[in-house]
């Protein structure tokens, strides 16, 4: 089945790699007579990369770039560029010239086998040993926490149904998490064995340095899916029982001091009953936690309603939404 696709390419200081990247996607695109477009999104990038976009958007109609008002990160750049974007399945590469076009009709003929996300795994990884290393560890833990088990979770080389981006609130260092977030709402997500080519330009961001971050990204991913009723519920049972305890230890002490000042039972003053002390403690700390639990649930749903969090200064020659208002998947859901 042939698929009309939206290739998105976040970019940051790539200006050197966006010419010949475009070239091979152009000619991926017509070699494979895909129908497509390929939408650039300029993270905040200080060197010619957004003039390099315009200059290839105004040679070619199937380039569109979109201009972030400063660097937001990848989460966002993704983000900005499905909602610029108009075809039903979407791809996702990275700037930098590693992952390889060519692997991309492969990628999305997976689709048709029912899944609805594809993610691709660098078998053959050429980077530098530190990045490797980090890579490893990372992608060991997510699969091992979450569930889903992936070679590669954070391949920037992916195809997917826009449904799959519909579904998602994309922000910080979730972009890292798609298969996992996809997973959480229903969809069949698997992996692809691609190939991976030495980087030409530029250096890398990543290693070592963004492991701490990642772990702490996936305690989010972790709280806000896979584990989310489970902690809402501990949250609201610890919560009621500790409230309901303490509240019933006070009353009984509430009896203790009306019996005591009757005189119908002997005994030290009630602020001098450890019991008091404990059960306002319990009372306490279980209103807190019911409270944490309603945060906590507030917090899910506006990840899952989120719609802002990036500005967009530019686009070069910005897709008309209102010249045809049935193309498919046209969202505002996610940011």
Known sequence: MKHSISILCPVLNEQLSLEPLATELLKMLEANQIEGEVIFIDDGSVDGTWETINTLSEAHPEIRGVRLQRNYGKSSALAAGTVASRY????????????????????????????????????????????????????????????????????????????????????????????????????????????????????????????????????????????????????????AVSFLAGTGGLIWMAVYWVLRMSGVVEGPPVHDRPVVWYSLGGMLAGLQILVMGFLAELIVQRTQTKSDGYLISGESRPYDQSSNQSDAGRHSRIG
């Open 88 to 239: 039903p399945v979407i791809v996702t590469i990275d700037g930098d010239l590693q992952d390889d076009p060519a692997e991309i009709p492969g990628m999305v003929a997976e689709l048709d086998r029912g899944f609805d996300l594809v993610s691709g795994w660098k078998q053959n990884r050429q980077d530098v040993w530190h990045r490797l290393l980090a890579s490893k560890i990372f992608n060991g833990t997510v699969s091992r926490v979450t569930g889903v088990r992936l070679h590669d979770h954070n391949c920037g080389l992916k195809a997917a149904r826009r449904e799959v981006y519909d579904s998602l609130s994309l922000s910080g260092g979730m972009h890292r998490f798609i298969p996992v977030l996809a997973a959480s709402n229903g969809f069949r997500v698997t992996e692809r064995a691609i190939s991976h080519r030495p980087r030409k330009h530029g250096r890398s961001r990543y290693g070592l340095e963004r492991v701490p971050r990642g772990f702490w990204d996936l305690l989010t991913v972790c709280f806000v899916t896979v584990h989310r009723e489970r902690m809402q519920f501990m949250l609201g049972l610890t919560g």
